[in-house]
């Protein structure tokens, strides 16, 4: 049976309820929740309309011991695509990472039919919907935060988080009943949470690469310790 949570919109001028059940991890291709995210996607549509243009469902197999928490699509990957980091330098990173380290086989061509695929590990995003600027607001934030947790608790055999920056980091935590303060961020860090472990990253973003703020080896590094972990 589903769980239902009751949230504030965006707006903050009503509420809205949000599926918890594994079976209804995914927000519908209309999810009317966030009303600055849906009239976001409804210029997007008219402006692009061969774009997915709707909330990105999660990718991978909901059987993996590693889930990976994104923060939102990008506008010309994700929401583009259909596919979670696909299309733009962030899956680049992200999918020659997981190739290493043995989580994805394939090989990524930046779009969603590439034939890849994921192993023991699967993506989702703390939202779902690209918001404007790349930059989704507190209560769109919260809003989506109940299909995260359903997310997580879709994958019986789950073992690692990581959260790829602060956002999804503080959202991972929240959704998992977390304080803070026990599981502060920070590049590298892994905190211990009862049935899983949560390993945090920067975000594999341009913007941080290109300013060194994370380097590929940077990267790595995370899930070399998720592979040592899991093994």
């Known amino acids: 049976m589903a769980t239902i949570s009751t949230i504030k ?60 928490v994104g923060l939102a699509p990008g506008l010309q990957g994700a929401n583009r695509t259909g596919r979670p980091f696909t299309g733009d330098y962030a899956g680049d990173l992200l999918y020659a990472t997981l ?59 789950l073992k690692a988080i990581v959260a790829l920056g602060r956002i999804a980091h503080e959202s991972t935590v929240k959704a998992l009943g977390l304080r803070a303060v026990a599981a502060p961020f920070a590049h590298g860090a892994v905190h211990e949470t009862g049935r899983f472990r949560l390993y945090d990253s920067y975000h594999c973003s341009r913007y941080n690469t290109n300013t060194r703020v994370l380097t590929p080896d940077m990267f790595r590094s995370v899930f070399a310790k998720v592979r040592a972990d899991l093994s």
């Open 99 to 157: 190739i290493e380290y043995g989580f994805a086989k394939g090989v990524y061509q930046a779009r969603p039919d590439d034939g890849m695929t994921l192993v023991d590990c699967r993506i989702a995003n703390a939202v779902h919907c690209v918001p404007p600027q790349n930059k989704p607001l507190p209560a769109e934030i919260t809003s989506c935060r109940p299909f995260l947790l359903a997310a997580i608790e879709s994958m019986p055999k």
């Open 9 to 68: 919109s965006a707006s903050g001028d009503r509420t809205s309820t949000a599926p918890t059940s594994p079976l209804l991890a995914e927000p519908g291709r209309d999810c009317p929740f966030c009303p600055r995210l849906v009239a976001f996607r409804e210029t997007n549509r008219a402006r692009e309309p061969q774009w997915f243009n709707a909330p990105v469902p999660g990718f991978g197999d909901r059987n993996g011991r590693l889930v990976i």
